[in-house]
């Protein structure tokens, strides 16, 4: 089969908006996703936003395939990547601490090459669809070696890092250790801010959080340009969960302007004396908090969809308050009695492609 063009849907105008004709070099790049595992999938081109989803590790996911020499499951999620539910995503490389990276890749910790495995599942990420909707993303620095790593790694097309993970690493610490950011942090958080990769403060514990806030002053006011965003974090006020942001940290967050993903997975969003019926009533209450606290332009959605866990590690981490299928229309359906329509796209995709799309890319 050979593909002449590819065809540009936007999503804006409701219409094809054009075709690509593909030169020789770009055929030849593209022809593995018609063949094998890939064929069953069309290469997507989507031409507009309905939803960024702010967080989803599809990148490790990817990577997870790659190791086991099988994409049905990557092929069953690239189903949900249509005009109708999210059309964009941040698709981030998650590295936790040592023995639970170890059990996931079967392979020592110390082997770990991240520019290697970026490189991987970017590479097949991009057989299945345009990376103009995708921002890349790594969770947990920790095994980024030095600067010049994260330069080779900007350059395969890295645009947000998220310095820790829950546990503590040479850069900063997560929210299950009390550690601040490290002198190494600070080199490595500058380097990213002159590189132009976002900063994503998610998991970092309040010692790191509020170092980070304070070089971030110091780099906004040499005139440097700073993006920052909490890609996956909800309101300790409504969900004391120390995952989330409590109301001083998400008001030190708005000098910067960044958006906060406000996260479906269960554990982020009920408070204690809640029972599991009543998520969907808390996801609200968590858009409404940061809408009062620091105003609708700040807000996105993140789904962290951990189901991946249950078919790749079988472990299950609780419920999602939306089935992935549906996430766009079934969060549409929830807010539209609470937000208008301005608001819901908004929170739906224009804040994050403002703040991402229009200078990152
Ligand atoms: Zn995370």
Redesign the pocket.
Known sequence: MTVKYLFIYSIDEKKFSGKIPLSKKEKIRMAPCFMHSFKSHPFVVLGGFIMIDM?YDLLSVIYQCYLRMDYTYLDNWMKNYNLDNVTGLIANL?FMDKEQMQEELGYNYDEINVVEMFKIAKEILEKYISLDNVILSI?GCSYINNLEELEELYNLGLRNILLV?NNSNKYGSGNDTDNHLTEEGRAFLIKAIDLGICIDV??MNKNTFYDTIELLKEQKAQGKKIRVIAS?SNSYKICPNKRNLDDEQILALKEFNPVIGIVTYSDFILDKRANKDQLKEYFVKHIMHLKELIGIDHIGIAS?DMTFDIALFDKDFGPQVFDYVSIRKDIEELLKDTFTKEEIEKILYKNIKNLLWEELQ
């Open positions: 967080h998650y969770e993970w998610s998991h996956h962290d």
